[in-house]
């Protein structure tokens, strides 16, 4: 099986027909989101309305859960904040309740998916360390684990035979041969923060057991001035000529 997986959206459509164009090239047969499908961008229900249409399983980001009143926006960046406070006047009733329905945590076939870590995915942690990566590999049932949240790419492995090290890497493509789990960050497709402002997605083959972050251009430019004409915060466009 080949599968998809979707990082932080952000109501970045443009973005998203982007990555979604290039999987259709890959022919892969599942879909999964690590969440934040909205917040920052202009375009919420616009993304959830794809997410439907091209049949992704996702989980709950803690942007999902703001936009409908189950996290408060006291703890968001004040940027972050009045987007969230525009995401929840602007999404129209069917987006809502599909954001208010997802899960947490998903798990299918070798799988698992949250979007900040797997252990405690209600919390919203960051993944930023091995220790962080440790505890999530600890709880993961399955061979591999996407997450997002950090919107910067990274895998950690548990190599077989050897269970005191942990690898990492910020290769694109990883070779799972040899490792007994991993655990990958796929980067994030509507606000990447790694300094390439290029589309972030994850595709997993489990035939020929690798991974490859994939980085695919948009029209920048045009989600740019849809933020503008939205009267967001001006900087929420510049980050996504400068991919931070
Ligand atoms: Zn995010």
């Known amino acids: 099986m080949r599968y998809g997986i ?3 959206i952000h109501a970045n459509p443009s973005a998203l027909d982007a990555v979604l164009s290039s999987l259709a090239r890959e022919g892969v047969d599942r879909l999964f989101s690590v969440g934040d499908i909205v917040g920052y961008g202009a375009a919420p229900s616009e ?3 794809r997410i439907l249409e091209a049949g992704v ?4 980001g803690n942007h999902d859960l703001a936009a409908v009143d189950r996290i408060p926006v006291e703890g968001f960046h004040p940027s972050a904040r009045e987007a969230m406070l525009w995401t929840r006047r602007s ?4 987006s809502a ?3 208010s329905r997802l899960p947490l945590l998903v798990e299918e076939g070798p799988v698992t998916v949250a979007h900040g870590s797997i252990d405690r995915p209600e919390a919203f942690d960051y993944i930023q360390s091995a220790p962080d990566a440790q505890a999530s590999l600890a709880r993961l049932q399955t061979r591999i684990g996407f997450v997002g949240h950090s919107h ?10 050897d269970p005191v090290r942990l690898w990492y890497t910020f290769d694109p493509e990883i070779s799972l041969s040899g490792c007994s789990k991993a655990l990958v960050n796929v980067g994030s497709i509507g606000q990447p923060r790694d300094g390439d402002p290029r589309a972030a997605y994850a595709l997993y083959d489990d035939v020929a057991d690798k991974v490859w972050i994939r980085r695919v251009p948009y029209d920048v430019e045009g989600e740019v001035g849809r933020i503008l004409r939205a009267g967001l915060p001006p900087a929420l ?3 996504l000529r400068l991919g931070t």
């Open 6 to 8: 979707l990082g932080d």
């Open 47 to 49: 993304c959830v309305r």
């Open 57 to 60: 399983t996702a989980v709950a």
């Open 91 to 94: 999404l129209d009733a069917r």
């Open 97 to 99: 309740d599909y954001l």
């Open 152 to 161: 910067v790419p990274v895998s950690y492995l548990c190599r077989e035979g």
């Open 237 to 239: 466009g510049e980050r």
